[in-house]
């Protein structure tokens, strides 16, 4: 190797280890990037051991399963060989099905209802759809009900004996029995498995779970009167929301849990009643899945590990029809108010009180006589406006008078015509109005009369299964929306309409409008001075209601939206009828009459107004310091 040879490797040499030295990170850069690779590490070690504790848990979970099978079979050979078969009960209103895989109810079917298809028969829940497992506490697992096979063994007056064996001589035990119609009656015992089960344990946790199937057309009318609704053990009951997911923990006792949808129920009751923290969920789900909400329950109630005692429930499986479930609860074996006709929503306790004691009695006379529906909905209509008439009739006249008298007033009170002078000009016009005779707040009652009413009929017509599947007129189904004809639906979800245009809802949208129309002109005609003007902004503003009305009622019950147009129609008529028979020179000299006679019999005012009369007298006087401080 010559002298260049040895000067150009030592250059190379010199050359690679400073650039060695100057790519080389910083400390800073090594324990960055350590600390990153540390992080890697650490989020792969948490994963792996995250899979680990999941494998375990499926691990647990499937030897709880084999040991709680175990437990009931001689060998493991027999377990998987379990043959999993269904079992009917039925009677002339309901066909039930139980599975052998869980001795359970897998799926009932409510006979004498049309389903979506006008099918007979109306599917309640199905295998796929709910389930109902009975988790018990034995001495090294906890065993579950849907682990084990039972063997049925059915009886000539429609009972149902569904037993798992056990080694040995223990049995686990469901027995049902099917009433006339629609309330199941069961039990499930423990029979010799005192060695088995943890003595110390009194308590069976039932996990129940369905999915709320949509039966009727309308999917978002049905889905605001479906809701998980429960019944506390000192009285009352109450719900979840019917819109929204919810999640609530029980904390009191409650006798049962219903899974309810707008016309039909599944009610889970225990005659023990269910412990406190019970945890109830609903989760409404989308329009494209046809099922309304999942509901959820976890109840736990009394259980005797000896086997001594069985653990006793029923169970309702039908229409929420007020009179029939009355009826189903007599033959409850339990001994206690169970309240499942509140199932039937009725509205808040006025209204309630008003459908209670006053609609369904009528409705149930009228459907006796075996009329059409809509005719039963025009002749409670007709019924109600019978019973209101006297007092919208005294109403009206009040109005009437103060309509004859508005010449009087103008005439009387034109002096006060500046803004300052409102205040009095109000109380000389009061002070008129009583020399007179006359009521002012007597105009109000119409509105007043008739909003109870319509708010109770509100929620009496959409719970009114009677109306399910009933046609009048061009109306297929009075409980759900009637397209118009010839135009029907269309694929399209076009906002705040939807896929339709009810026709009923039309018809109550623009009877409103005219009724309005009549009401703010009869209200107009009586007001003087800057009223009259103030009242025309006020006219504007009482058109934009039905326009929100339709909105509101596209997707309702044609049912309703028809008794709406029906009521309005014959409030018109009833004001049209009044307005024309009503001779205003005869009514003014009856009041002229009145006038003389208080001149020569002077009478305070009394009631409201004089209340009135001083409210209005003080507000003169703050109105008249104000000034005088300006």
């Not at 799926?107 to 009975?134: C, P, W, Y």
């Not at 109403?395 to 103008?410: C, D, F, G, I, T």
């Not at 005219?514 to 009259?532: C, I, N, P």
Request: proline residues 3%; contains cysteine.
């Amino acid at each position: 190797m010559n002298r260049n040879t040895l000067i150009g490797f030592s250059l190379i040499a010199v050359v690679l280890i400073a650039f060695s030295y100057m790519s080389s990170p910083s400390q800073a850069e090594i324990d960055a990037y350590n600390h990153e690779q540390d992080s890697i590490a650490a989020v792969k070690m948490a994963q792996e051991q995250q899979q680990i504790v999941q494998d375990t848990l499926k691990g647990q979970k499937a030897a709880a399963a084999i040991d709680s099978a175990a437990l009931f079979f001689p060998s493991m050979s027999d377990s998987l060989a379990g043959v999993n078969s269904l079992v009917t009960l039925k009677n002339d209103s309901l066909e039930l099905t139980f599975n052998t895989q869980g001795g359970t109810i897998a799926s009932a079917r409510i006979l004498g209802h049309k389903d979506t298809l006008n099918n007979m028969g109306v599917q309640l829940f199905t295998e796929n759809g709910q389930h109902m497992d009975f988790i018990i506490k034995g001495l090294k697992q906890y065993i579950n009900t849907r682990d084990l096979y039972f063997t049925p063994t059915q009886e000539a007056d429609g009972s149902l004996t569904m037993t798992a064996q056990a080694q040995g001589n223990g049995q686990l035990i469901f027995k049902y029995r099917l009433g006339p119609d629609y309330m199941l009656h069961f039990s499930m015992q423990a029979v010799g498995l005192g060695d088995q089960l943890d003595p110390t344990n009194k308590e069976v946790v039932i996990l129940w779970q369905d999915s709320c199937r949509q039966q009727e057309r309308g999917f978002t009318f049905e889905n605001q009167r479906s809701a998980l609704t429960y019944k506390f053990h000192n009285g009352g009951t109450d719900y979840l929301s019917e819109t929204s997911e919810k999640k609530e923990t029980t904390e009191e006792p409650i006798d049962w849990v219903a899974f309810k949808n707008q016309y039909f129920s599944a009610v889970l009751i225990s005659r023990d009643a269910f412990n406190t923290g019970a945890e109830l969920a609903s989760t409404p789900l989308d329009k494209s899945t046809r099922i309304l909400k999942n509901y959820d329950a976890r109840l736990t109630t009394k259980f005797d590990p000896t086997g001594l005692q069985a653990s006793e429930f029923e169970m309702y499986l039908g229409p929420n029809d007020f009179r029939l479930i009355q009826d189903v609860e007599a033959q409850s074996e339990f001994g206690k108010d169970l309240e499942l006709e509140r199932l039937v929503y009725l509205g808040w306790p006025l209204f309630r009180f008003i459908n209670r004691w006053f609609t369904l009695y009528v409705f149930d006379w009228l459907t006796k006589l075996g009329l059409p529906m809509g005719i039963v909905l025009i002749l409670i209509t007709m019924l109600l406006k019978l019973i209101t008439y006297p007092m919208v009739k005294k109403s009206y006249m009040s109005s009437a008078k103060m309509r004859v008298l508005k010449p009087k007033l103008e005439e009387a009170t034109k002096q006060y015509n500046k803004p300052e002078d409102q205040m009095q000009k109000q109380q000389a016009m009061m002070q008129l109005y009583a020399k007179y005779g006359v009521s002012p707040l007597g105009g109000c009652l119409p509105m007043l009369i008739q909003m109870p009413i319509w708010i109770a009929m509100f929620n009496f017509v959409p719970n009114a299964i009677q109306l399910r599947r009933e046609s009048f007129l061009w109306m297929e189904d009075l409980s759900t929306y009637d397209p118009i004809p010839f135009i029907g639906q269309w694929d399209t979800h076009i906002w705040g309409i939807g896929d339709h245009l009810s026709l009923t809802c039309i018809l109550f949208c623009v009877s409103n409008i005219l009724y309005s129309y009549m009401t703010m002109r009869q209200q107009r005609d009586q007001m003087v001075g800057q009223q009259a003007e103030q009242m025309k902004m006020m006219q504007y503003m009482m058109y934009v209601m039905p326009v929100m009305f339709f909105f509101m009622f596209n997707d309702y019950g044609s049912g309703l939206n028809f008794y709406y147009f029906i009521s309005l129609f014959f409030s018109a008529a009833i004001m049209w009828t009044l307005r024309k028979t009503t001779d205003d020179e005869k009514l003014l000299a009856i009041l002229e009459a009145k006038y003389k006679e208080n001149q020569n019999n002077p009478k305070k005012a009394s009631g409201l107004a004089a209340r009135l009369e001083e409210m209005q007298k003080r507000a003169a006087e703050m109105q008249k310091q104000q000034q005088n401080r300006k």
